[in-house]
């Protein structure tokens, strides 16, 4: 009897309309255009408006109707919607739970899941778990966040980093080989003092001295968590191949969490790729965290073929991180 893997079926994803440029950023902080680019290679973000009046739960309903689009799908067969987000429409209700009844997904139960930048990569072993088990046949992995409502525009270390947008897998069972092969998944809770976001939680709850502060704004030591994401990216997914026993003559895609380019190029280098095997969106949307990884499945989704084998690697926030080996199954 063959063995039951995850694969993924479909993908769709969402950004925004309006486009923050490097320029309109140089009126706003201490920065240019130049600058920006030779550090993180990003030339422009998306942003959703704050007089849109909509949260990252429009970002991942319009993600996951691209997929039902593109896969003509009935979203009622959805067992299970899960929205790997590090911005949740509220800290209580889940915004998955609300996504779900939009999209049409009646018969699904959804929750949130939240790993920072690692979020969606920690998702899709989840949704991997539940198709192996025989107990779903189909989970909708959404990965979606608004980084836009927690980024404090006056400082300069973050506001040129990140983006908002969302991206959506479906992942079904196969029986060819197909799908989700092998994970490297880790995580160090020191690392949340390099990077997060103070108050808002149970640890600092909201008061009115936490928002005069500027608590509510995530924050990072740029320095520390650039040489964390480095290594730890690099290592995972040379490990991954090693596990495997694939050369780099055997991988297909390289599909990097789109935090830094030089990030992405340390890492693609550790695993001898050249450029023409990573794929890159990052200098069109910046770092959307928890949309990272499945944008760029949906951007790129006529560069795959059956049978490509892609090696998944992200670095987040707490610090998460980890990386996966994916056949890919059409």
């Not at 706003?28 to 255009?33: I, L």
């Not at 991942?60 to 896969?71: F, G, S, V």
């Not at 006056?154 to 994970?183: K, S, V």
């Not at 023409?276 to 795959?304: H, Q, R, W």
Request: charged share 25%.
């Amino acid at each position: 009897m063959s063995k039951t893997t995850a694969a993924i079926t479909a993908v769709g994803g969402y950004v925004p309309n309006f486009v923050l440029t490097n320029k309109m950023l140089e009126d706003m902080v201490e920065t240019n255009d130049e600058w920006i680019v030779s550090r993180t290679g990003i030339k422009e973000r998306r942003v959703l408006k704050p007089e849109e009046g909509q949260g990252t739960s429009y970002l991942a309903i319009k993600a996951a109707e691209d997929l039902i689009k593109r896969k003509n799908i009935d979203p009622k067969e959805i067992d299970l919607v899960i929205v790997a987000t590090a911005t949740p429409d509220s800290m209580v209700a889940s915004t998955a739970a609300f996504v779900a009844s939009k999209i049409g997904a009646v018969d699904a139960y959804a929750y949130d899941l939240l790993a920072a930048c690692s979020s969606f990569l920690f998702g899709m072993s989840t949704a991997a778990s539940y198709i192996e088990s025989g107990r779903y046949k189909k989970v909708l992995l959404i990965g979606a966040d608004k980084m836009s409502s927690i980024i404090d525009y006056t400082d300069r270390t973050t506001c040129i980093i990140f983006g908002d947008g969302a991206g959506a897998a479906l992942f079904e069972p196969n029986e060819d080989g197909f799908g989700l092969q092998d994970e490297y998944l880790r995580a160090d809770g020191s690392g949340r003092q390099y990077l997060g976001m103070d108050a808002g939680g149970s640890l600092m709850p909201a008061t009115e001295e936490t928002v005069k502060n500027r608590k509510h704004f995530i924050y990072q030591d740029g320095r520390t968590v650039f040489k964390f994401a480095v290594s730890n990216m690099a290592d995972v997914a040379e490990k991954i191949m090693k596990r495997n026993d694939l050369e780099h003559t055997d991988v297909s895609w390289l599909v990097p969490h789109q935090a830094n380019k030089r990030i992405i190029d340390a890492t693609a280098n550790r695993m001898g790729l050249d450029n023409s095997k990573v794929l890159m969106n990052i200098e069109k949307y910046g770092n959307t965290t928890s949309a990272t990884l499945p944008l760029l499945l949906s951007d790129f989704e006529s560069k795959l073929k059956k049978g490509d084998n892609l090696v998944f690697a992200a670095f987040g926030g707490g610090f998460t991180w980890g990386s996966i080996y994916l056949k890919w199954a059409y």
